[in-house]
Structure formats: structure tokens, C-alpha cells
């Protein structure tokens, strides 16, 4: 299957700093990706969508001045955790489909995990 | 997206078939039944999904009953390595990218 890759695996960083989340598509483009939180014990959230040239879309509930999502080109979107609080400390996934038709595959990233001290 | 609803957690020895149930009574026709699945602190893995008719690949098997309101993903031959939270979830596959939707899940225990 196609691979998504995210960069770092792991993070950690002090209360106030920004902290940014790569995630590429290796072998496919996608102009729309999907970012995912997760905390200990608990499902999957999403939390936005990223879209190629154009701004993100946020679910209901997530800043969007907090989680600054750019996606720069057909294979890469960013999501860049801005001020970072102990709160924000998650695993952080994301994810892209492989065509847009029917039977549009998702592809799921490794996963970042960020710890906020 | 329909609702989907799964045990909490299954045990399962290991060298045996697990199957893992889910209920999506509220789901439409243009619906599709799909399988993904989480090792611990890993990424979502696709297993499998299907529309109204069985599905087969090389992870595992989707039987989707007749009035689709329910289905069973079977593991033939579970692995210690199968041990993770599987996720069964109701999506249309029409128009555009569709986000993915996870609710709980189960979590699969594989005994040795």
C-alpha cells in the first residue's frame, strides 16, 4: 500500500514553545490530508483538513490560531502546535487518501507523539 | 456516517480465529463497511472493507450479513502481533475525500 510518513516520531519540548509535525506521502500526491489526536486510552479525533492551496479545514473545537496547518505541495502538509502547553501533549497522526474517487484509500502516518513539560 | 457499535474488548487465543463483531443497524445503501487497525502506538492500518458482499484478503475476512446491519471481521489464524484496537467504520465512498471517522473500537487480546 501507499506510505505516509510523519517527522519527528517524537517530541519533546518546554511549555511555550512551538512545535511543527510533518507528514508526507512517499510514493502518491494528496492534495487533502487529514490530522488526528489521540490521547492516552482514548480514540482518534479528528481535528482538521489539511487541503493543498488553500486554507485548512477545523472541526468544531480546535483553534485554528493554535494549530497552524499549511500545505505547501502535493506532498507535504505541516501542522505546527503553536505555544505549547502540557495540555497539548498527545500523539498527533496523519492521514491521506489515495485518489479521490470511489474507493478512496486512507493512508495513516506513524504517528508524532509530543510531550509539553 | 452510519454509527457503528463494537464490544469493548475480545480475548482470543493465539493460533485461532478471532472474530470481531460490529453493529451499523442505521446504515445506508451507498454505505461501505471498513476495517482499520491500531497497534499500540503505531499509526491506523487498513485491514479490509466491502459493500454488501464477503470480502477475503491476505489479513483477514469481512462476512457482511444479508440486511447489512451488522458485520464480522475474522482474523483466521490470530498472531501475538494481531493484538490491537480494531476499528470497524461506516463511510460513503461518493464524492470527494472522506475524512475517517473512528469511533472506540475493540481491543483484541491475543493469548499465547
Known amino acids: 500500500g501507499a506510505v505516509v510518513s510523519q517527522h519527528p516520531s517524537r517530541v519533546i519540548c518546554k511549555s511555550g514553545t512551538s512545535v511543527k509535525i510533518e507528514c508526507r506521502s512517499l510514493d502518491f500526491q494528496a492534495t487533502t490530508m487529514f490530522w488526528y489526536r489521540q490521547f492516552p486510552k482514548q480514540s482518534l479525533m479528528l481535528m482538521a483538513t489539511s487541503n493543498e492551496g488553500s486554507k485548512a479545514t477545523y472541526e468544531q473545537g480546535v483553534e485554528k490560531d493554535k494549530f497552524l496547518i499549511n500545505h505547501a505541495s502535493l506532498t507535504l502538509s505541516t501542522l505546527t502546535v503553536t505555544s505549547a502547553h502540557p495540555e497539548d501533549s498527545s500523539f498527533y497522526i496523519c492521514?491521506?487518501?489515495?485518489?479521490?474517487?470511489?474507493?478512496?484509500?486512507?493512508?495513516f502516518g506513524p504517528g508524532t507523539r509530543l510531550t509539553v513539560l | 456516517d452510519a454509527k457503528t457499535t463494537q464490544p469493548t474488548s475480545m480475548d482470543c487465543a493465539e493460533g485461532r480465529a478471532a472474530n470481531l463483531p460490529c453493529n451499523h443497524s442505521t446504515i445506508s445503501g451507498n454505505e461501505y463497511v471498513y476495517w482499520y487497525r491500531q497497534i499500540h502506538s503505531q499509526g491506523p492500518q487498513y485491514i479490509i472493507h466491502g459493500l454488501k458482499n464477503n470480502e477475503t484478503n491476505e489479513m483477514a475476512s469481512l462476512i457482511i450479513t444479508e440486511d447489512r446491519k451488522s458485520s464480522t471481521l475474522i482474523l483466521p489464524h490470530a498472531t501475538l502481533r494481531d493484538t490491537a484496537v480494531y476499528y470497524c467504520?461506516?463511510?460513503?465512498?461518493?464524492?470527494?475525500?472522506?475524512?475517517?471517522?473512528f469511533g472506540i473500537g475493540t481491543k483484541l487480546q491475543v493469548i499465547p
Open positions: 467504520i461506516v463511510r460513503s465512498n461518493s464524492g470527494g475525500y472522506q475524512k475517517v471517522t
Open positions: 492521514s491521506a487518501p489515495t485518489s479521490g474517487g470511489p474507493y478512496n484509500e486512507q493512508f
